[in-house]
């Protein structure tokens, strides 16, 4: 039996969903080996091996297509590990990286320090050249000078460069140039030109993608190709596949060229499984997507089927962090999954997080030497968790270390543990409402109005009180809730998208050259589409969107066009219309009197490999009363526990529903089920909460 293998590599677990030619899917997970990946997913193979009863070289003899996302590119970048890179920029202009985008919270308050840009200012090498924004030579290319610099960066022993002219975009002919000399110098040395990965207006967007992607090159490089030849080791034969941040999959040659994509692109996986399973129970199409990690709480939307993207991603604080610059699925994170740790401020108030304990050495319950008290430890010491079946068994909880943990912050507060641990969920909690809120109500989209799909595997402990403050009536938790952004490779699609800048205005549009640029992005993914395997005959779409906005604004928004080329004024019209409606729905008015100026212009290709299951089977509903079940005492915010009923997720057939207080433990994540809530299993094998 043919399988395909998911793997998202997260900064404190390893999930592995495993896929049969039925479409049935099996959890694997194992804690992340940061030294060597493999043996981290090795470890969640072998267990998603033994759910299946087959040898783990079985199961990976018997798999045509594994994919693999992977936080690597992201911690590099966080931890400042990336290659040592050069900056190489028009003479004149080289505080690009240093002056960001010039913007602050708090402009008066002076007391952080200035922060450092991406590629420090003393890697910073300038290069006599312009070229102005109509594309014309103002100054020559000096290619003299630019063989001293490289001579240069060849003496300092620099690993990466990363080269971005002012107004490359409407002339790339002295970035061609420079890269011809870098092959002639430095060749082998891996290089990315700007006009070529994220041709669009605004130069700091532009300089920071481009020295982001050229630090990665020499770590990606090596991690997925020393990924590649241990999987070749193991046994494996069949295809490998990266998830992307840009919402699909690409080959490993694709993402070695542009690495920055690998940046996020587990949780961008995430809104993909999520519209599927809101899909699969006939829940709609507008869902948000809340995954709770054991490092971070990551939220997403889907507006009408569609993810949603952005280019406002920041790594680390707005404005003060490195912008990612590229089109990526919006998927927002906080400080705030299992690992994180509560702690006492200066004030005496209670924080939670955004500090980790991560894998190593983790919550204290996890009995590895941890001591700091974490959101995973307040929930076994309110007796969620059974300590003989986390991980299915495969790993025992000391509730003793984790009690010991709380009691450090209990005392402070002057609190018992049970309250103490109460208190550090409901604050997680908050702040994963908060979150929720930035990201819909914030956005013009009513929370109210759509479906919350959990995933992570500590998304159950807190989900329903979420929902209920939220006001959702709608809520999935996935029985494959613990791997959710694994699971959405298993639904993911190869997606590449190009994109150009040309800028027009509605009340003088430039059709000719606008459809001239619509053909070129479409025929490099004609181009992109024939590299692929079977991809002359796979089934696949292209969209067009424009980024757009008002005349006189500052941000663009994502316009979907409804045809390929531009036949006439009603074409434009209708360009028009669609932006206002993008533009009512975010910030509730139209401004119909203001022209629409487009700055860039995007093509996104699809090439169809997965289809997830098209419903959920009805079934009847009948109420379990939990008479014979086993029971342990929890606290729900109570001095005094409740006896409560624990469900194993094997002994609850579908249509079963469960009343509160109640646990249901699935191999790889707890379910709480609050006093007045309750939950029915669904046809599927879902569970479907109802916080009325």
Same mark, same amino acid.
């Not at 470890?43 to 070289?57: N, R, V």
């Not at 809340?290 to 939220?299: L, P, R």
């Not at 700055?599 to 290709?605: E, N, Q, T, Y």
């Not at 994540?669 to 007045?676: E, S």
């Given at each position: 039996?043919?399988?395909?293998?998911?793997?998202?590599?997260?900064?404190?677990?390893?999930?592995?969903?495993? +896929?049969?030619?039925?479409?049935?899917?099996?959890?694997?997970?194992?804690?992340?080996?940061?030294?060597?990946?493999?043996?981290?997913?090795? *470890?969640?193979?072998?267990?998603?091996?033994?759910?299946?009863?087959?040898?783990?070289?079985?199961?990976?003899?018997?798999?045509?297509?594994?994919?693999?996302?992977?936080?690597?590119?992201?911690?590099?970048?966080?931890?400042?590990?990336?290659?040592?890179?050069?900056?190489?920029?028009?003479?004149?202009?080289?505080?690009?990286?240093?002056? !960001? %985008?010039?913007?602050?919270?708090?402009?008066?308050?002076?007391?952080?320090?200035?922060?450092?840009?991406?590629?420090?200012?003393?890697?910073?090498?300038?290069?006599?050249?312009?070229?102005?924004?109509?594309?014309?030579?103002?100054?020559?290319?000096?290619?003299?000078?630019?063989?001293?610099?490289?001579?240069?960066?060849?003496?300092? *022993?620099?690993?990466?460069?990363?080269?971005?002219?002012?107004?490359?975009?409407?002339?790339?002919?002295?970035?061609?140039?420079?890269?011809?000399?870098?092959?002639?110098?430095?060749?082998?040395?891996?290089?990315?030109?700007?006009?070529?990965?994220?041709?669009?207006?605004?130069?700091?967007?532009? =300089?920071?993608?481009?020295?982001?992607?050229?630090?990665?090159?020499?770590?990606?490089?090596?991690?997925?190709?020393?990924?590649?030849?241990?999987?070749?080791?193991?046994? /494996?034969?069949?295809?490998?596949?990266?998830?992307?941040?840009?919402?699909?999959?690409?080959?490993?040659?694709?993402?070695?060229? !542009?690495?920055?994509?690998?940046?996020?692109?587990?949780?961008?996986?995430?809104?993909?499984?999520?519209?599927?399973?809101?899909?699969?129970?006939?829940?709609?199409?507008?869902?948000?997507?809340?995954?709770?990690?054991?490092?971070?709480?990551?939220?997403?939307?889907?507006?009408?089927?569609?993810?949603?993207?952005?280019?406002?991603?920041?790594?680390?604080?707005?404005?003060?962090?490195?912008?990612?610059?590229?089109?990526?699925?919006?998927?927002?994170?906080?400080?705030?999954?299992?690992?994180?740790?509560?702690?006492?401020?200066?004030?005496?108030?209670?924080?939670?997080?955004?500090?980790?304990?991560?894998?190593?050495?983790?919550?204290?319950?996890? *009995?590895?030497?941890?001591?700091?008290?974490?959101?995973?430890?307040?929930?076994?010491? #309110?007796?969620?968790?059974?300590?003989?079946?986390?991980?299915?068994?495969?790993?025992?909880?000391?509730?003793?270390?984790?009690?010991?943990?709380?009691?450090?912050? =209990?005392?402070?507060?002057?609190?018992?543990?049970?309250?103490?641990?109460?208190?550090?969920?409901?604050?997680?909690?908050?702040?994963?409402?908060?979150?929720?809120?930035?990201?819909?109500?914030?956005?013009?989209?009513?929370?109210?109005?759509?479906?919350?799909?959990?995933?992570? *595997?500590?998304?159950?402990?807190?989900?329903?009180?979420?929902?209920?403050?939220?006001?959702?009536?709608?809520?999935?938790?996935?029985?494959?809730?613990?791997?959710? +952004?694994?699971?959405?490779?298993?639904?993911?699609?190869?997606?590449?998208?190009?994109?150009?800048?040309?800028?027009?205005?509605?009340?003088?549009?430039?059709?000719?050259?606008?459809?001239?640029? #619509?053909?070129?992005?479409?025929?490099?993914?004609?181009?992109?589409?024939?590299?692929?395997?079977?991809?002359?005959? =796979?089934? /696949?779409?292209?969209?067009?969107?424009?980024?757009?906005?008002?005349?006189?604004?500052?941000?663009?928004?994502?316009?979907?066009?409804?045809?390929?080329?531009?036949?006439?004024?009603?074409?434009?019209?209708?360009?028009? %219309?669609?932006?206002?409606?993008?533009?009512?729905?975010?910030?509730?008015?139209?401004?119909?009197?203001?022209?629409?100026?487009?700055?860039?212009?995007?093509?996104?290709?699809?090439?169809?490999?997965?289809?997830?299951?098209?419903?959920?089977?009805?079934?009847?509903?009948?109420?379990?009363?939990?008479?014979?079940?086993?029971?342990?005492?929890?606290?729900?915010?109570?001095?005094?526990?409740?006896?409560?009923?624990? /469900?194993?997720?094997?002994?609850?057939?579908?249509?079963?529903?469960?009343?509160?207080?109640?646990?249901? %433990?699935?191999?790889?994540?707890?379910?709480?089920?609050?006093?007045?809530?309750?939950?029915?299993?669904?046809? =599927?094998?879902?569970?479907?909460?109802?916080?009325?």
């Amino acid at each position: 039996m043919p399988f395909n293998i998911s793997v998202d590599t997260g900064g404190t677990f390893t999930d592995v969903v495993v +896929s049969d030619e039925t479409g049935a899917l099996t959890i694997g997970k194992a804690l992340t080996t940061r030294d060597r990946i493999f043996n981290g997913m090795r *470890g969640a193979i072998e267990a998603a091996a033994d759910e299946l009863g087959l040898p783990f070289a079985e199961l990976v003899g018997n798999t045509t297509r594994l994919i693999y996302g992977t936080t690597r590119a992201t911690n590099a970048i966080v931890t400042k590990t990336c290659a040592k890179t050069a900056f190489v920029t028009t003479l004149g202009f080289p505080d690009i990286l240093v002056l !960001k %985008e010039g913007g602050k919270f708090n402009p008066h308050d002076f007391r952080d320090e200035y922060p450092e840009p991406y590629i420090p200012r003393r890697y910073t090498f300038e290069v006599e050249e312009r070229i102005t924004s109509e594309g014309d030579v103002s100054v020559p290319f000096n290619a003299r000078q630019a063989r001293e610099v490289l001579e240069t960066l060849k003496v300092r *022993g620099f690993e990466a460069i990363a080269v971005c002219f002012l107004w490359s975009i409407a002339n790339p002919a002295h970035e061609i140039a420079f890269a011809d000399l870098i092959e002639e110098v430095l060749p082998g040395v891996p290089y990315t030109l700007s006009h070529r990965l994220i041709p669009v207006v605004r130069e700091y967007r532009r =300089a920071s993608a481009t020295a982001i992607d050229a630090s990665l090159k020499p770590l990606m490089q090596e991690h997925l190709k020393g990924l590649e030849a241990d999987l070749r080791a193991s046994g /494996y034969d069949g295809e490998i596949l990266i998830s992307t941040t840009a919402g699909g999959c690409n080959q490993i040659a694709n993402m070695v060229e !542009k690495p920055i994509y690998s940046v996020g692109s587990g949780p961008a996986m995430a809104p993909i499984a999520a519209l599927s399973l809101s899909q699969l129970e006939a829940l709609g199409e507008n869902v948000i997507v809340a995954d709770t990690g054991g490092t971070t709480f990551d939220v997403g939307l889907v507006r009408d089927g569609r993810l949603t993207f952005t280019r406002d991603t920041w790594l680390g604080g707005m404005y003060t962090g490195d912008l990612l610059g590229i089109s990526a699925v919006d998927m927002r994170s906080i400080g705030a999954g299992g690992g994180s740790i509560a702690w006492i401020d200066e004030g005496g108030l209670m924080r939670v997080g955004p500090q980790s304990a991560g894998a190593e050495p983790g919550p204290a319950c996890y *009995g590895k030497g941890g001591t700091l008290p974490t959101v995973s430890d307040a929930a076994a010491v #309110l007796g969620y968790f059974d300590p003989d079946y986390f991980l299915g068994g495969r790993m025992t909880l000391d509730v003793a270390a984790a009690r010991t943990a709380i009691t450090t912050v =209990a005392e402070r507060i002057g609190m018992t543990v049970e309250e103490t641990a109460f208190r550090i969920l409901s604050l997680a909690g908050d702040l994963m409402v908060r979150a929720i809120g930035d990201i819909t109500i914030n956005e013009g989209f009513n929370p109210r109005e759509s479906t919350i799909v959990a995933g992570g *595997g500590a998304a159950g402990i807190n989900i329903m009180t979420i929902a209920k403050e939220l006001g959702c009536r709608n809520v999935i938790l996935p029985k494959i809730a613990s791997a959710l +952004s694994a699971a959405g490779m298993q639904y993911a699609d190869i997606v590449a998208e190009e994109a150009a800048s040309h800028v027009t205005q509605s009340n003088r549009f430039d059709t000719e050259i606008v459809n001239e640029t #619509l053909a070129e992005l479409e025929a490099r993914l004609a181009a992109f589409r024939r590299t692929l395997a079977g991809g002359d005959t =796979a089934a /696949y779409t292209v969209e067009y969107v424009a980024e757009a906005r008002y005349q006189s604004q500052i941000w663009e928004l994502d316009t979907p066009l409804a045809k390929s080329r531009f036949e006439g004024p009603a074409d434009v019209a209708a360009l028009v %219309e669609a932006f206002h409606q993008a533009h009512e729905r975010v910030f509730a008015v139209r401004d119909e009197g203001s022209p629409v100026e487009v700055v860039s212009w995007k093509a996104r290709l699809t090439c169809h490999q997965a289809s997830p299951p098209v419903s959920s089977p009805k079934v009847e509903v009948f109420k379990l009363n939990g008479a014979a079940t086993p029971t342990r005492d929890c606290y729900f915010g109570d001095a005094t526990p409740l006896t409560t009923p624990i /469900y194993k997720a094997a002994d609850l057939k579908p249509g079963a529903r469960i009343a509160g207080p109640a646990i249901i %433990e699935e191999p790889t994540t707890t379910l709480v089920v609050y006093p007045a809530m309750s939950v029915t299993v669904s046809g =599927a094998g879902n569970y479907l909460l109802d916080i009325a």
